[in-house]
């Protein structure tokens, strides 16, 4: 049965620096979607992506994140510069219509120095 | 806005026993609810949807609109419940998923 494969399953960075999250999608899945979970909290969303744009982002998701779908398979999360406030569990999930089921991969734990 | 509360962190009952967790949600149109559940160093894994009315498992949820609750249920636990079960909300499709809190079950044998 396909699966979301994320990697790495943990990134630890010194803040300030850039760190790219990858995620690869299931094959024939249109929406996609990134969350975090900061530990002892909630599953928050942060973006999803559609037709190759944004389609909803979360208050999260300021000028320090993008997204990008950049050869048809990988969706990747870039935080810019980052903070210790970023350090959480990054979950990519896909889905596609008509349902509204989101698959989610295994994180990654992303450690701010 | 949209909101899911579970408002049990930790439900822990012994195997036979029934099981009950609780999910509340606010959302202004008509919502999609979710079970997701994650088995120790698993991912989510979808368990329920409302729209499908099924039983995995021998867990079933209805959705009851009048008191905005999307309650987990089972009659009788096993010790494999053992896990985080998180109730989620969704509008249409492609929507993001607006999670609880979480409850984690443990069932003791």
């Known amino acids: 049965e396909p699966e979301v494969t994320q990697t790495p399953s943990h990134q630890v960075t010194q803040m300030g620096q850039e760190v790219i999250l990858r995620c690869v999608p299931i094959?024939?899945?249109?929406?996609f979607y990134w969350y975090r979970q900061i530990l002892g909290q909630k599953v928050e969303f942060l973006v999803s992506f559609y037709n190759n744009e944004i389609s909803e982002k979360s208050e999260i998701f300021d000028d320090q994140f993008s997204v990008e779908r950049p050869d048809g398979s990988n969706f990747t999360l870039k935080i810019r510069s980052t903070k210790l406030e970023d350090s959480a569990m990054y979950f990519c999930a896909s889905g596609r219509p008509p349902g509204n089921e989101q698959f989610f991969g295994p994180g990654t734990r992303l450690t701010v120095l | 806005a949209q909101r899911v509360t579970q408002p049990e962190k930790l439900l822990s009952v012994f195997k036979g026993a029934p099981v009950e967790l609780k999910c509340n949600y606010s959302y202004s149109g008509s919502p999609e609810l979710f079970w997701y559940v994650q088995y120790s160093r698993q991912r989510l894994q979808l368990l329920l949807r409302h729209i499908s009315r099924e039983s995995i498992k021998g867990f079933t949820a209805d959705l009851n609109k009048g008191e905005t609750s999307f309650h987990l249920k089972k009659p009788f636990a096993q010790e494999e419940d053992s896990a985080m079960y998180y109730c989620a909300l969704s509008g249409n499709a492609g929507n993001m998923l607006t999670f609880g809190g979480g409850t984690r079950l443990m069932v003791k044998p």
């Open positions: 094959s024939n899945h249109l929406y």
